[in-house]
């Protein structure tokens, strides 16, 4: 028994799939692709009339090396530091000639202010060239253009304003690649303005680097004087105070030896690091004073205990000690071993404290050696100075004067040497930059690249187009492929039923209703399409197929009627006994087919009125049994729920082979549910790319309470549109090239 696939489950879980089908997006493409070429076209069919309406934009490039070599006075240091060219300083230099005060040396020096392209100016008059003049040049104008001369110089302010401000839109700096050249480029209309404005800025470039470095070495001259100046009188005012001070205090005594500032400074070196040292060494004999006053070892003195022989002894204690243990482990205590052992210990432990005793007292004589060394360099100094007889205070205050006049010594030759070199500086040009390579006139523009802008239309139609179609593709609210049955409704398809067209309702020039082509054209697409719908059917349940089918749709027009009257045919020709019950109380559309719709019916048999042998024709061009409504009833649900449905559906199983009920759409009115219960499966009709999805789901879940339902059966497809979704649905093979050519040959 095949498995029938639960509509419930997912609506249930919620389950819906998403993964990637090659084939669903090359299905996509072929059914849209007339729509998105024709967007691409008004795309591209815009972009280009937008093009050609375009003005083309020139764009000429000098290219400035920044030189990270400068020339230098040989032997001596400059005054001006070297530049350093890395990331932040090529930024500084782009930001130079980006700026406002830069460019207006090139507006004032090309006149832009007066061009077509870059100035405003719309009116030309004496004062206004006047007022001009004046501003730019410092010339004065004729007394009739300084009339009116406040208005002028604004507007001639404003005019220049945004002249600069149209030079700065059409400037771009930029780093060539990862060196130090800067690419200056500038944008017009005319490709020799172009040129001759790039190669105007990378020479005003160079002025301003020249302008700026030689002002700066006439500042830095300029305040090297006058700080020498300073400079001399405090070197002239602290040698007049060292020499007042020792003649203040007679330090130069007959009988003194005079050293050198440079051998006093070693002397007094010599005197510092000997007082560290004595003090260090003080420090150590006032610990072991401490310790020896406080009844402690002298083993915790870090100086003491690693010097000398301690190590050893001490290795010979730990080493005595293991040896007593292991002995007193094995022997114990009287034996002569362990005795003999305790007595080495003595021993070692008196040599300890011996060489503890020697080597506190060699730190108090290394101590008292470093007070004597200090007191001799002492008094060496005071000799070598004069001071034997000058007091501390004199002496500090005396050694104070000559570090003050040293240091405004060594302070102004220093000076002096960087003036001199200052100085030199000036005098040359230093090249901080260069052009390496000026701009020519370019031949052909910048703006716009009719290539890259047309490739960009193509590619914006493209995306337009695909949006479109996906928003066409989502606006299409009706089911199209068989994984959209599957995936929403969890239900299979089970067949697709091509749309006929007058040919193929034709039979020797009589056209035949369509319900007629199972048994008059048994080998035309449709009539396959009912056999693979009626196969569908029986295999829902092999070891017990469905007698009773019931046939339904959402809502009117889907071709419920015409799928049931088929399938009764289909299956008259097959040989079985078929009843067909028109249970479309409210629309009976199947009765009005077959030209019973006026005979007494299912109404009037439900009613008790009749008998069934009276409402039950058989149809002789179809081969079938029909039962058609009857009677017009004002409660048509509670004449299908009764018992008396019941018991005629269980009679009628037991007479014929298949019974087929046409019942009303499950969108509108209840009455498909209440005949679901009388019925072993249900025919869901979908028109094909028409009823809304969420309707049919919602019937479908109104309808899937038992599980009856077989599947679905896509009515009225269009097999040219069809193909386009998908090769591998919609009984493809029962269409188009394949159906011909299999039953032509």
């Known amino acids: 028994m095949l498995n029938r696939i639960s509509p419930t489950s997912k609506f249930e879980t919620g389950e819906d799939e998403h993964?990637?089908?090659l084939r669903e997006i090359?299905?996509?493409?072929?059914?849209?692709?007339?729509?998105?070429?024709?967007?691409?076209?008004?795309?591209?069919?815009?972009?280009?009339?937008?093009?050609?309406?375009?003005?083309?934009?020139?764009t000429a490039t000098s290219l400035v090396l920044l030189d990270r070599q400068r020339e230098k006075a040989p032997g001596a240091e400059a005054i001006l530091t070297e530049v350093n060219l890395d990331f932040a300083m090529v930024e500084s230099q782009m930001a130079i000639i980006r700026s406002s005060v830069f460019l207006r040396r090139v507006?004032?020096?090309?006149?832009?202010?007066?061009?077509?392209?870059f100035g405003t100016r719309t009116a030309t008059g004496p004062s206004f060239l006047g007022s001009i003049r004046s501003m730019i040049f410092g010339r004065s104008a004729p007394a009739e253009d300084t009339k009116p001369a406040e208005p002028d110089e604004a507007a001639a302010a404003r005019e220049m304003q945004r002249s600069i401000e149209a030079l700065k839109g059409s400037v771009s700096v930029g780093r060539a690649g990862q060196g130090y050249v800067l690419a200056i480029?500038?944008?017009?209309?005319?490709?020799?303005?172009?040129?001759?404005?790039?190669?105007?800025?990378?020479?005003?470039?160079?002025?301003?680097?020249?302008?700026?470095?030689?002002?700066?070495?006439?500042?830095?001259?300029?305040?090297?004087?006058?700080r020498l100046v300073e400079l001399r009188n405090q070197l002239r005012e602290s040698e007049e105070q060292v020499a007042q001070f020792r003649s203040q205090n007679n330090l130069f005594q007959s009988g003194n030896v005079t050293l050198s500032q440079q051998q006093l400074s070693e002397l007094n070196a010599k005197l510092l690091d000997a007082k560290a040292d004595a003090a260090q060494k003080k420090a150590r004999v006032d610990l072991l004073t401490s310790i020896q006053s406080k009844g402690g070892s002298l083993q915790n003195m870090p100086e003491v205990s690693g010097a000398g022989s301690l190590p050893t002894l001490r290795q010979q204690a730990v080493t005595l000690s293991q040896q007593e243990a292991e002995l007193l482990a094995r022997y114990g205590a009287p034996h002569p071993l362990v005795v003999n052992v305790r007595a080495q210990q003595r021993d070692v432990e008196r040599a300890i404290a011996a060489e503890m005793q020697r080597l506190a007292a060699s730190t108090r004589n290394e101590y008292e050696l470093a007070r004597s060394r200090v007191a001799s360099l002492e008094q060496s100094l005071q000799d070598a100075?004069?001071?034997?007889?000058?007091?501390?205070?004199?002496?500090?205050?005396?050694?104070?004067?000559?570090?003050?006049?040293?240091?405004?010594?060594?302070?102004?030759?220093?000076?002096?040497?960087?003036?001199?070199?200052?100085?030199?500086?000036?005098?040359?040009?230093?090249?901080?930059?260069?052009?390496?390579?000026?701009?020519?006139?370019?031949?052909?523009p910048s703006f716009p690249?009719?290539?890259?802008?047309?490739?960009?239309?193509?590619?914006?139609?493209?995306?337009?187009?695909?949006?479109?179609?996906?928003?066409?593709?989502?606006?299409?609210?009706?089911?199209?492929?068989?994984?959209?049955?599957?995936?929403?409704?969890?239900?299979?398809?089970?067949?697709?039923?091509?749309?006929?067209g007058a040919r193929d309702l034709t039979v020797?020039?009589?056209?035949?209703?369509?319900?007629?082509?199972?048994?008059?054209?048994?080998?035309?697409?449709?009539?396959?399409?009912?056999?693979?719908?009626?196969?569908?059917?029986?295999?829902?349940d092999v070891d017990n197929p469905p007698k009773v089918i019931q046939v339904t749709s959402t809502v009117p027009g889907e071709g419920k009627t015409t799928i049931a009257l088929s399938l009764a045919a289909s299956g008259a020709n097959s040989g079985l006994k078929v009843l067909l019950i028109d249970a479309?109380?409210?629309?009976?559309?199947?009765?009005?087919?077959?030209?019973?719709?006026?005979?007494?019916?299912?109404?009037?048999?439900?009613?008790?009125?009749?008998?069934?042998?009276?409402?039950?024709r058989f149809h002789e061009k179809a081969g079938f049994w029909a039962l058609a409504v009857g009677s017009k009833t004002q409660n048509p649900t509670d004449l299908l729920g009764s018992e008396r449905m019941k018991s005629l559906v269980a009679s009628f199983r037991q007479t014929f082979d298949l019974v087929i009920i046409d019942t009303s759409p499950a969108g509108p009115v209840i009455d498909p549910v209440i005949v679901s219960q009388l019925s072993d499966t249900i025919v869901m009709v979908v028109r094909w790319a028409s009823t809304a999805r969420e309707m049919v789901k919602h019937s479908v879940q109104q309808l899937s309470v038992h599980r009856k339902i077989a599947g679905v059966a896509f009515n009225q497809v269009n097999d040219h549109r069809a193909q386009k979704y998908g090769k591998y649905g919609y009984s493809y093979y029962y269409g188009a090239r394949y159906y011909k050519r299999y039953y032509s040959g």
């Open 19 to 21: 993964r990637f089908d």
């Open 26 to 58: 090359l299905s996509f493409a072929w059914r849209q692709w007339k729509f998105i070429a024709g967007v691409m076209g008004v795309v591209f069919v815009v972009g280009l009339v937008l093009l050609m309406r375009q003005t083309p934009v020139y």
């Open 107 to 117: 507006v004032e020096k090309e006149r832009l202010f007066a061009d077509s392209e």
């Open 185 to 226: 480029s500038v944008n017009s209309t005319d490709p020799a303005r172009a040129a001759r404005l790039a190669n105007a800025v990378a020479d005003a470039f160079l002025v301003d680097k020249l302008d700026a470095r030689f002002e700066a070495a006439k500042r830095a001259s300029a305040w090297l004087s006058d």
């Open 385 to 444: 100075s004069g001071q034997r007889s000058v007091d501390d205070t004199t002496a500090i205050r005396l050694r104070e004067l000559e570090r003050t006049a040293a240091v405004n010594k060594s302070l102004f030759e220093d000076f002096l040497q960087r003036a001199k070199i200052t100085q030199e500086q000036s005098t040359f040009e230093a090249r901080e930059a260069r052009v390496i390579n000026p701009a020519v006139a370019p031949g052909a």
């Open 449 to 500: 690249r009719k290539s890259q802008y047309l490739a960009i239309n193509l590619l914006i139609g493209l995306l337009l187009g695909v949006g479109g179609a996906v928003a066409k593709e989502m606006l299409n609210v009706g089911f199209t492929t068989p994984k959209q049955v599957e995936d929403i409704l969890g239900l299979p398809l089970l067949s697709s039923l091509s749309l006929m």
């Open 508 to 540: 020797d020039g009589k056209a035949i209703p369509i319900y007629y082509c199972p048994m008059a054209k048994p080998l035309s697409r449709y009539s396959e399409g009912i056999r693979a719908l009626r196969s569908g059917v029986q295999m829902t």
């Open 584 to 616: 479309d109380l409210r629309h009976p559309s199947a009765s009005r087919a077959l030209n019973l719709e006026k005979d007494t019916g299912l109404v009037d048999l439900l009613m008790g009125q009749v008998s069934p042998k009276d409402v039950i």
